[in-house]
């Protein structure tokens, strides 16, 4: 069944039945709905100051979220000139946006950039071409190897060392990053080893691969210059 959105005489007729008492589910069998369908209308769109239900905000409210939600059709055709120079020197989609958002130029997402360019390909384009997979787009992986979120060139955990295993020597060591329950904003990246258990600390001001990079080689010089064998069995922070 193909899903279709609520009409505004529809949130009338919620906000109708809605005041007489009735239950989602018989709300739902008025409408002709799934009861999912209406409870999640009166979730997402009650009046945000009391919580109770006005079709009419309510209907602004679905409006707002659904033009906001289609970021790509406010694209203008200058703006998709820039992303196809971008293609056409060989940056790869991901670079673009990256290059986009450091100059505050556009704010885009590369999955729109690749949107755009397989489109592109279908009205008998090029810019396909300068991807980097370019002649394996939408490749089937059934029946083979998938790489997909695997990083190139990763060893296994059965493969590491004894000592780390075992525990029986210094030098071997796990890192991790700690988020706080607000899921955005600062964190902290640890180095524990595995053998004292000495463990570093450093605070991440963002959670980007050169921040990580940078504060874990960091941690990793203090440590070494202390001397984590000394501490066998403490902790230490670092700040």
């Given at each position: ?43 997402r769109n009650a009046t ?10 309510a209907h602004f409210y ?178």
């Open positions: 069944m193909t899903y279709r959105q609520i009409t505004l005489q529809e949130r009338y007729a919620l906000a109708v039945l809605s005041r007489q008492g009735l239950s989602v589910r018989a709300v739902a069998r008025g409408l002709g709905r799934a009861p999912s369908t209406i409870s999640r209308e009166l979730r945000r100051y009391d919580g109770s239900y006005r079709y009419q905000l679905a409006n707002g979220r659904r033009s906001r939600s289609r970021r790509n059709t406010r694209f203008t055709a200058g703006d998709w000139t820039a992303v196809a120079a971008g293609l056409r020197e060989d940056w790869s989609p991901e670079q673009i946006v990256g290059r986009f958002r450091r100059g505050r130029l556009l704010s885009i997402s590369h999955e729109t950039i690749y949107r755009y360019v397989w489109q592109d390909k279908q009205r008998g384009g090029t810019l396909w071409r300068h991807l980097r997979n370019a002649y394996k787009p939408f490749r089937k992986r059934y029946g083979r190897y998938d790489s997909r979120g695997r990083v190139a060139g990763k060893r296994h955990l059965s493969e590491r060392p004894a000592g780390a295993t075992n525990r029986s020597r210094f030098g071997h060591w796990e890192g991790d990053t700690v988020l706080g329950n607000t899921q955005h904003g600062a964190c902290i990246v640890t180095l524990v080893e595995r053998k004292s258990g000495f463990t570093a600390i450093g605070v991440l001001a963002r959670r980007a691969a050169p921040e990580v990079n940078a504060r874990l080689r960091q941690l990793i010089t203090v440590q070494t210059a202390c001397g984590a064998d000394h501490y066998a069995g403490q902790r230490d922070r670092v700040p």
